[in-house]
């Protein structure tokens, strides 16, 4: 064997030390991250939510074209809705059970529908609701129309207040 090919068996056997070492490692470690495993079943459901969704979805479009019979409609139908409640059954449990972190996306959109709610108020003339009944609140208000709950006016507190 030649110095040469001595060499070049060293070297490979290097690499292949260096490829191989990380898949040898064990897991368990303090060092290493280990992701709660309702997290992925978390996500997997996701996509298992989404992906019966569009199953319905694409059902009702077929057999609105006619390309399934209503045998095959109702049987498919109640097929991908069991699953989709068995889905969203799973995934209510688990929210429950992990503090799911809200995105950007999330507050975002929240933010957007508080500000369609207050425009849709301010238009109907109502920016309250009450606060035993939920029902909406003219402007004037000093009572519920439905209950007759006594209208708090957290105004009035500020005007007395800047008016001294």
Known sequence: MTIETFVALALIAL?????????????????TFQPDPRLEELETLLFQREAVLN???????????????????????????M???????????????VDVPTTDDDRLLDEWIDRAVAALRQQRGTARACVQ????LPVNARFCAQCGTPVNEPNMAEQTSHGD
């Open 15 to 31: 690499l292949v030390t260096w490829a191989v070492r990380p898949l040898m490692r064990r897991t368990g470690g303090s060092d």
């Open 55 to 81: 199953a319905l979805r694409d059902l009702q479009f077929d057999f609105s074209m006619g390309k399934l019979s209503e045998a095959d409609f109702r049987a498919l139908d109640a097929r991908y809705r």
């Open 133 to 136: 009944c939920g029902a909406p």
């Open 83 to 97: 699953q989709a409640a068995a889905i969203l059954k799973r995934l209510d449990e688990l929210e429950q059970a």
